[in-house]
């Protein structure tokens, strides 16, 4: 076939089509209209919908900004699930009901919003609307030589499809190719993250209602009518925990995350072995499995899938977003989240202009601000899995965590203070004792954890909606306060006066201040008994 080629000049050339670049795009073209976008992709569109792209549950930053940053709102609403927040069981595997176990989650919807995304449906949407800004994506296509002038500024992307070939000059060029990592690869900027996991997930052709797996009509009535079916549930154990996501069109994305120090990959890396692992460890899910095996769509796995980046961000045109860049551990599903605020950091950069005699310095800083989300998030999982089979520990850690990533990273994103650069040095103080303060706590989880306690489950239930603190910071996301900096101090302070109470509870002592433990955990205490 004739192979023609185009050359063509650009603003921004991104690299890879996925959930990362397509919104990358749609965000800079929502901010500055007049920018000349090309999106290169590997894949054909239309994609497969609920097809083995993972990254199905996205929580408030994520969601956010999908609905709110890019406008997509009403999109959602018309063509994915709302979620009802993540939800935890422990000690599952010993009962033959559901309702043995212990159960964490909210009696009804938190006021800020979230979804369960299937990725290909999102994806074809995107490529639609896209297309619809006049922004040129080019799909099927390989970008095979990406030009770097000494290692630090990109010029050019050579690119070629079945019938045409081209290259791009561009001011920037911005690598979303996921685990492909082309800038990154090129560039050498792989780095470890020091927290070695697996993965295997697949999806069925049917649906999975853990309403169904008790009869217990107490347990029944807890979620106040809303099917528990619409939350990320998870299954946890010691070092490892089982995903069970609903997907739109009927069907289940099911997954095993594991530390190979308590569950080797080879014991879960095929249907057969996982379903193996299930009936030993998840009886219910292995049952669930075993009527359904014949609607097995896909089945993938992925050994230590958890990375960092040295540098995503540079102010000679180039950037790394999504997971081309790095990947913290979908526990608590931030990759929506990551994009979010790379893609953030990544408009300021471009849209500030080329002329910023800030833009060094710019750059530099949000590098910094990025790798910090991703230290902060680190520490929320390293050398913890061993503690997943322990009540006690999983109910005080996502108290904690939740009212961290409430008050500090998804405030910062709500209040869109990424980017404003004078508003971080300000409060840089407040917030480098926030970010020690975690690290403090997750140091104390972490010794709690090293004990692998493993709890039978009885039957408990860990209402989040009940817990003060918890339903006070996810409806502040939503309202506005008239002083961002008196609320982002009262957010540090009162997670100062958390932190001993949660310790506490963990120690089982009893309680030091019983009148601020009620004001900020409401009866957590007496739901351990």
Not at 70 to 91: I, P, S
Not at 312 to 340: Q, R
Not at 457 to 478: C, E, S, V
Not at 501 to 511: E, W
């Amino acid at each position: 076939s004739h192979v023609h080629s185009i050359k063509e000049i650009a603003d921004v050339v991104i690299l890879g089509g996925g959930l990362a670049g397509m919104s990358l795009a749609l965000q800079l073209k929502n901010s500055n209209p007049n920018l000349a976008i090309i999106v290169l992709e590997r894949k054909k569109f239309p994609a497969p919908e609920a097809a083995h792209k993972v990254g199905e549950s996205t929580v408030e930053i994520g969601s956010h900004y999908l609905s709110h940053t890019l406008g997509l709102k009403d999109m959602l609403e018309a063509t994915q699930l709302r979620k009802f927040g993540l939800r935890f069981f422990l000690g599952a595997g010993s009962h033959d009901s559901l309702s043995g176990a212990d159960e964490l989650g909210a009696s009804s919807f938190l006021p800020a919003v979230s979804y369960q995304l299937d990725r290909g449906r999102l994806e074809n949407d995107l490529v639609r609307l896209l297309r619809d800004r006049g922004i040129d994506v080019i799909d099927g296509c390989m970008a095979n030589n990406v030009v770097t002038e000494d290692q630090r500024s990109v010029k050019e992307v050579h690119w070629h499809t079945e019938d045409q070939s081209g290259i791009c000059r561009s001011d920037w060029v911005v690598d979303a190719t996921g685990r492909a990592s082309l800038l990154k690869q090129s560039m050498k900027l792989q780095e470890s993250s020091g927290h070695e996991m697996n993965s295997a997930w697949f999806r069925l052709d049917t649906e999975l209602n853990v309403e169904n797996w008790s009869t217990n009509p107490k347990w029944h009535q807890r979620c106040n009518g809303i099917p528990r079916q619409l939350s990320t549930n998870h299954l946890l154990g010691p070092g490892y925990w089982v995903w069970i996501i609903p997907l739109v069109g009927k069907r289940v994305s099911i997954g095993l995350v594991a530390d190979p120090r308590s569950v080797p990959l080879d014991r879960f890396n095929d249907f057969d072995r996982f379903r193996a692992w299930s009936e030993k460890n998840q009886p219910l899910l292995a049952e669930h499995l075993e009527i359904n095996a014949g609607e097995l769509m896909d089945f993938r796995f992925l050994r230590n899938f958890s990375y960092g980046c040295k540098q995503t961000y540079s102010h000679n045109g180039w950037a790394v977003t999504g997971e081309a860049g790095l990947f913290p551990d979908p526990f608590y599903s931030p990759g929506t989240d990551f994009i979010a605020i790379s893609n953030t950091l990544i408009c300021g950069l471009i849209l500030d202009g080329r002329d910023d005699p800030m833009k060094a310095l710019r750059a530099a800083i949000y590098n910094k601000v990025y790798q910090s989300f991703f230290t902060s998030t680190m520490s929320l999982y390293r050398d913890q899995y061993a503690g997943f089979g322990d009540t006690r520990f999983m109910v005080l850690k996502a108290t904690w965590d939740y009212a961290y990533y409430w008050s500090v990273l998804a405030w910062l994103f709500f209040r869109e203070k990424l980017t404003e650069i004078e508003f971080l040095r300000r409060n840089e103080a407040q917030l480098n004792s926030a970010r020690q303060l975690n690290l403090e706590m997750q140091a104390i989880f972490r010794e709690r954890a090293a004990l692998g306690i493993r709890s039978p489950g009885r039957g408990r239930f860990f209402d989040q909606l009940a817990i003060p603190i918890l339903l006070h910071l996810n409806t502040a996301l939503l309202s506005k306060s008239s002083d961002d900096a008196q609320e982002l101090s009262g957010n540090c302070d009162r997670l100062r006066r958390l932190a001993p109470l949660v310790k506490t509870l963990l120690d089982n002592d009893a309680p030091r201040d019983k009148g601020t433990e009620s004001e900020l955990l409401g009866d957590l205490r007496s739901r351990f008994a």
